[in-house]
């Protein structure tokens, strides 16, 4: 027969399991953040080559670490994605404003604020340099097309948000792309980046038809729709995605740059084709500026 004192036992285990197992999902999505959003991974088929990209990101997950986007992660709490009717709002045209909302989900945050809500669509294109130790990327970022997401990069570029930043995860043939934007990523193959953002996330834009070919910078997320943040990824092949990712802009100058990092590998395959670059690429300045 079953005593109090073991009925006790039962249940201050079964609470145990429970906490543990909270504790092995918050990991487990600690692990998946980045472009392409599941936090089990995702199969995409390339040229006809199925290949499974898994989603390395991560936070402090032996403390919990405290809050995070663009790449979310490390959550203290068992806390939901932003939903449809809670989530960032798309641009209000008659307005003029953009939406965006504290990220819940999750990771590591630096905090610059929020960006300002009113917005314009003009000029149409304006030019954003990343200045890096390898030289000077240049993208034309699509302000008519993705007004929020050029707003907010220009907000953060203006608080130096992304100054001494470290690209963290680079991409294979078939996977080609280098993503950087988390300003907590040590990029050195050994660290589970890509789960620091700047605490807010807003909805994604300009979708329709969007490819991810060379030349293309586009947005992190994760799965969830409106979990765009800070980090962002510079195609330099053709990425076979869905229409899922912001496509913010086109670049004009340093694919060899990405060539070159490519070229030089990871540090260590993380498993999906992807791991941090041998060749470290750090942002040492960001600017923004209108193009006539």
């Given at each position: 027969m079953t005593t109090g004192k073991d009925r006790q036992r039962q249940l201050a285990r079964e609470h145990h399991e429970?906490?543990?197992?909270?504790r092995a999902e918050r990991e487990q999505k600690a692990k998946r953040t980045a472009i392409i959003g599941s936090t089990v991974g995702v199969v995409i088929v390339i040229g006809g080559i199925v290949t499974a990209v898994a989603l390395l990101g991560g936070g402090d997950t032996a403390?919990?670490?405290?809050?995070?986007?663009s790449a979310p992660a490390a959550s203290p709490a068992?806390?939901?994605?932003?939903?449809?009717?809670t989530g960032p709002k798309p641009y209000d045209a008659a307005a003029g404003t953009c939406d965006y909302v504290p990220d819940s989900s999750g990771g590591q945050v630096k905090d610059v604020g929020m960006p300002p809500t009113k917005v314009k669509t003009t000029p149409a294109t304006k030019q954003m340099t990343l200045k890096t130790n390898l030289g000077d990327i240049v993208v034309d970022l699509d302000n008519a097309k993705a007004p929020c997401t050029t707003n907010s990069l220009e907000f953060l570029a203006k608080k130096n948000f992304y100054n001494g930043s470290k690209c963290h995860r680079l991409?294979?043939?078939?996977?080609?792309?280098?993503?950087?934007?988390?300003?907590?990523?040590?990029?050195?193959?050994?660290?589970?980046?890509?789960?620091?953002?700047?605490?807010?996330?807003?909805?994604?834009?300009?979708?329709?038809?969007?490819q991810y070919k060379r030349g293309v910078m586009a947005m992190a997320k994760t799965q969830a729709p409106g979990s765009t943040g800070s980090q962002f990824f510079l195609v330099f092949g053709d990425i076979g995605l869905t229409p899922d990712y912001t496509p913010v802009g086109t670049i004009t100058k340093g694919l060899d740059i990405l060539d070159k990092v490519n070229k030089a590998g990871v540090i260590a395959d993380m498993g999906d084709?992807?791991?941090?670059?041998?060749?470290?690429?750090?942002?040492?300045d960001v600017t923004i500026a209108g193009k006539s």
């Open positions: 429970r906490q543990m197992q909270r403390t919990d670490a405290a809050a995070s986007p068992d806390t939901a994605a932003p939903s449809p009717s991409g294979s043939a078939q996977f080609p792309m280098l993503q950087c934007g988390d300003p907590t990523a040590k990029a050195d193959g050994k660290s589970q980046d890509g789960a620091g953002g700047p605490g807010y996330v807003m909805a994604e834009e300009n979708l329709q038809g969007a084709g992807t791991g941090a670059p041998k060749q470290t690429v750090e942002i040492k």
